[in-house]
């Protein structure tokens, strides 16, 4: 090494770098409330969504695929 030693307290990290006390006091200032994100999202919206979804998987299961059979690899490369 060098023969520089670092300490082992809070400031360790103040030697390491510098800027850390700055991005841990604009942490700190903004409040977990200001942070958040409120949706606000009406119920028929979810169940649209999950109708959608049903609907999506229901039609892959019974048009898409409907013979097994083994899948090849272009078929692979096709629907992945």
């Given at each position: 090494?060098?023969g520089?030693?670092?300490?082992?307290?809070?400031?360790?990290?103040?030697?390491?770098?510098?800027?850390?006390?700055?991005?841990?006091?604009?942490?700190?200032?903004?409040?977990?409330?200001?942070?958040?994100?409120?949706?606000?999202?009406?119920?028929?919206?979810?169940?649209?969504?999950?109708?959608?979804?049903?609907?999506?998987?229901?039609?892959?299961v019974?048009?898409?695929?409907?013979?097994?059979?083994?899948?090849?690899?272009?078929?692979?490369?096709?629907?992945?």
């Amino acid at each position: 090494m060098d023969g520089k030693t670092f300490s082992t307290g809070p400031h360790v990290y103040e030697e390491l770098f510098p800027m850390s006390s700055v991005i841990v006091l604009a942490a700190e200032a903004s409040t977990s409330a200001a942070r958040f994100a409120d949706f606000d999202v009406p119920s028929w919206a979810w169940w649209a969504l999950g109708i959608g979804i049903i609907t999506l998987l229901l039609l892959d299961v019974l048009l898409v695929h409907r013979k097994p059979h083994e899948v090849s690899f272009k078929e692979a490369i096709i629907e992945s």
